[in-house]
């Protein structure tokens, strides 16, 4: 069983651009969460997500950030119109119902 | 709303020799407590974690934490660290479902010296 995968695992954009980064959680995993890594810092939360429904998005930006769930392929976090503030490590997690989240290895973001 | 402070925000110790990373929560319900290690450049990975039941618990590589309620702590010790021991390490909680978001501190960043 093949455990959470996220690419890319290095994205480099310039500022204006577009990012989508991807998750894939481990099988038979149906939730999904995303954190966020600011240099020196801690992981933030930022958005749980099930099947097709965001369940809490309580840490996600009001603007520009944007996730999704679709039922058939991997998990979207996409962010339009990067600025050089977005430049972090993006952490994905998925879970079985009421269980244990596991952790994929990041996707680093960098804003030129 | 729940809140986690780790205090130490560098440990340098010598190896073999013992370390305790300290670690303070608040929450108004009960919790779900995990301690994660971060190796460089590397995602995380699930240290040990208290979900009920006794509260003591111990990792595979000699880490272990005591939860302790009327402190509001999980401080993480081992008696004798490796170099191998060298990363960031995160103390973390949860709610009264795992299926819910995790909170994480700032993190301590242990260095071992030779």
């Known amino acids: 069983n093949a455990g959470v995968m996220q690419n890319p695992r290095h994205l480099v954009r310039r500022r204006g651009q577009e990012a989508r980064l991807r998750c894939s959680p481990m099988?038979?995993?149906?939730?999904v969460y995303w954190y966020r890594q600011l240099p020196e810092e801690g992981l933030k939360f930022m958005v749980y997500?099930?099947?097709?429904?965001?369940?809490?998005e309580s840490g996600m930006p009001k603007e520009r950030f944007s996730a999704e769930f679709p039922k058939e392929g991997p998990s979207i976090l996409r962010i339009q119109q990067v600025v050089r503030g977005d430049s972090a490590a993006y952490f994905c997690?998925?879970?079985?119902?009421?269980?244990?989240?596991?952790f994929g290895p990041g996707t680093r973001l960098t804003v030129l | 709303a729940q809140s986690v402070t780790q205090l130490d925000s560098q440990v340098p110790v010598f190896e073999e020799a013992p370390v305790e990373l300290r670690c303070n929560y608040s929450?108004?319900?009960?919790?779900?407590l995990f301690w994660y290690v971060q190796y460089p450049n590397q995602g995380l990975q699930l240290l040990l974690k208290?979900?009920?039941?006794?509260?003591l618990v111990e990792s595979i590589n000699g880490f272990e934490a005591e939860f302790n309620k009327s402190q509001t702590s999980f401080h993480l010790r081992k008696p004798s660290v490796h170099i191998s021991d060298t990363a960031e390490y995160f103390c973390?909680?949860?709610?009264?479902?795992?299926?819910?978001?995790?909170?994480f501190g700032s993190g301590t960043r242990l260095s071992i010296r030779p």
């Open positions: 997690a998925s879970s079985p119902p009421n269980n244990e989240q596991f």
């Open positions: 099988k038979g995993h149906s939730h």
């Open positions: 997500l099930q099947k097709e429904n965001i369940i809490d």
């Open positions: 929450s108004s319900v009960s919790v779900y």
């Open positions: 208290y979900l009920s039941g006794s509260t």
């Open positions: 973390a909680v949860s709610g009264g479902s795992s299926a819910s978001k995790i909170i």
